[in-house]
Each structure stands twice: as structure tokens, then as C-alpha cells.
């Protein structure tokens, strides 16, 4: 009979706390890359992609200065980018133990959340994160996402409002432009949201192949509905678009068109667009 051998057993809270805060993670990241992240309601299977070189290089830079929250943060979007979003809210919450004050810690981790359709904890993490700084764009933003979700349209259009002079760019400035209009829209302020449209909140200069920008131009009718999405499109500008455009439809009370948008936004296999996760949601209140 072979002996069995003991082994020690690593306290890697202990080592955490005084070496390098995302050891575990670092221990665990061979095998994160094929970890199921999220599994949707039709019982389909989303898994993360293996780090190309970002996430290595992110955990050497930690390792050098393990309580740097910058380059905390720096680790988790780099995992954030190969979408093993369980891996950086592993990340963020390790962050967290270090900077328990640090909104942005808050804004990333509420934001992985989201992604995970964790929405409940996404709403903590960001209202928490407002608290200590109510001007951080990301936290506007996301938070305004999650009100949408939630059905609270007027609360999520007062976020995107806070939220466009304080766009740190162009694209960021679209996004929250459109945001607000579909949440003005879904409150059922559809004047007033062609008026906010009209006063051209978003006029910095940006691509107009962007998903935001082409989903303004058609709520302006500058293209048509037809138009919208292309040949050549990615999975996640597609997901974008065709949920930009089911809403749009819903709006103006053709639900049929609506569903079959929604429906198009999750066949697009971009399951961590918001434009995807929006359509899981719609498609379930039009279950109810």
C-alpha cells in the first residue's frame, strides 16, 4: 500500500494580506481561461478566453508592488478584456481589502458584476462607489444601467444626464447620450428626448461606425432602421445594435419587431454587451 504523503497547506489570506494580493488569482489562471463564466436562462454555456499576454504582464507589474490599487485595477481589466470577469472580481475584491474607500475599486467590481447578471450586488457596489465619489463617470454610467435594468427609467435617465458632462471622450459621451434617450424614451418622456437630441449633446467628433453613434443616428432618422447593422459586424456591435433597435421598435409600440431584435441581439453570441444582456431582460418581462 502506497504511503500517502502530507502536504502543507498554504494560507493564502496570510499571503495575500503580505505578499501580493492576487496570488490565488495567480495560482488559478492556467485553468481560469477555460472557467465558465456565465450560463444564460436558455441553459447555453459562456466561457472566458485565454490570456494572449495582457493578464501575464499585468500580474508581473502586481507582483513587483502588490498593493499598488492602480495596478490592481490594471489586472483586473486586463482579465475584464479575455472576459474571465469571476477572475477580476476576484481581483477587485482583493483590491478592496487593501483600499476599502477606493471608488474605482467599487466602480470595476460593480461593473464585473453586471456582466455576471449579479445585478443586486452590481447596484451595491456602484451606489456604495457613488457615495464616496458622485462624479465618477463609470460609476454614473453603470449605475444607470442597472436602473434601467430594473425598470426604474426615469431614475436611469437622471444617471446618464450626470453622467455626459463628465464623459471622459467622445465614445463615452455617445454612450451616454443614447442611454439617455432610450431611458427618457422608456419613461415615457419621448419629447423630451428628441428634444435632448435636437440640442446635440454629443457633438465631439466621433467614429460614425461606432455602435452609439449609429444608434443616434437612427433615433435622429438619419439612417434607417435597415441600415443599422452590417455585414462584417462583430458579435458584440451586433448584440448593440440590434437590441438599440428592439428597443427603438418597443418604443414605438411594435413589440413583435422588438422581440425579434432582442432575439437577434442574443443569437449574436455577444453575451457581454449590454445590448445582450438588455435583451435576456426585455425578453423576460415580455414572458411575465
Same mark, same amino acid.
Given at each position: 500500500m502506497t504511503p500517502r504523503l502530507s502536504l502543507p497547506v498554504v494560507?493564502?489570506?496570510a499571503v495575500v494580506l503580505s505578499l501580493v494580493c492576487v496570488v490565488?488569482?495567480?495560482?488559478? &489562471?492556467?485553468?481560469? %481561461? +477555460?472557467?465558465l463564466e456565465y450560463r444564460s436562462p436558455a441553459g447555453v454555456e459562456y466561457r472566458a478566453r485565454p490570456d494572449t499576454g495582457p493578464i501575464a504582464r499585468a500580474r508581473d507589474a502586481l507582483?513587483?508592488?502588490?498593493?499598488?490599487?492602480?495596478?490592481?485595477? &490594471?489586472?483586473?481589466? %486586463? +482579465?475584464?478584456?479575455?472576459?474571465?470577469?469571476?477572475?477580476a472580481v476576484e481581483t477587485f475584491t482583493h483590491g478592496l481589502a487593501i483600499a476599502p474607500g477606493n471608488a474605482m475599486l467599487y466602480r470595476w467590481r460593480g461593473h464585473r458584476h453586471l456582466s455576471l447578471r449579479e445585478f443586486d450586488k452590481a447596484l451595491a457596489?456602484?451606489?456604495?462607489?457613488?457615495?464616496?465619489?458622485?462624479?465618477?463617470y463609470g460609476i454614473l454610467f453603470h449605475l444607470g444601467i442597472i436602473r434601467f435594468i430594473r425598470g426604474e427609467f426615469s431614475a436611469a435617465a437622471e444617471l446618464f444626464r450626470r453622467a455626459q458632462p463628465v464623459a471622459p471622450?467622445?465614445?463615452?459621451?455617445a454612450g451616454s447620450t443614447d442611454w439617455r434617450w432610450m431611458s427618457l424614451a422608456r419613461a415615457g418622456r419621448l419629447t423630451e428626448a428628441q428634444t435632448m437630441l435636437e440640442q446635440r449633446p454629443d457633438s465631439l467628433p466621433v467614429d460614425p461606425n461606432y455602435g452609439y453613434a449609429r444608434r443616434l443616428a437612427l433615433y435622429r432618422g438619419t439612417i434607417r432602421p435597415s441600415e443599422l447593422?452590417?455585414?462584417g459586424d462583430d458579435e458584440t456591435t451586433v448584440?448593440?445594435?440590434?437590441?438599440?433597435?428592439?428597443?427603438?421598435?418597443?418604443?414605438r409600440g411594435d413589440t413583435?419587431?422588438?422581440?425579434?431584435?432582442?432575439?437577434?441581439s442574443l443569437a449574436s453570441g455577444g453575451w457581454a454587451a449590454f445590448g445582450f444582456i438588455l435583451s435576456e431582460v426585455e425578453l423576460d418581462r415580455m414572458r411575465r
Open positions: 494560507n493564502w489570506r490565488a488569482v495567480s495560482g488559478a &489562471a492556467p485553468l481560469a %481561461a +477555460q472557467q507582483a513587483r508592488e502588490p498593493r499598488n490599487v492602480d495596478l490592481i485595477i &490594471a489586472l483586473g481589466v %486586463a +482579465q475584464s478584456g479575455a472576459l474571465q470577469f469571476r477572475e457596489d456602484l451606489t456604495h462607489g457613488m457615495a464616496i465619489d458622485s462624479t465618477n471622450n467622445p465614445g463615452e459621451l447593422i452590417r455585414d448584440a448593440t445594435l440590434a437590441y438599440g433597435l428592439g428597443n427603438w421598435n418597443l418604443v413583435a419587431a422588438a422581440r425579434t431584435m432582442f432575439k437577434r
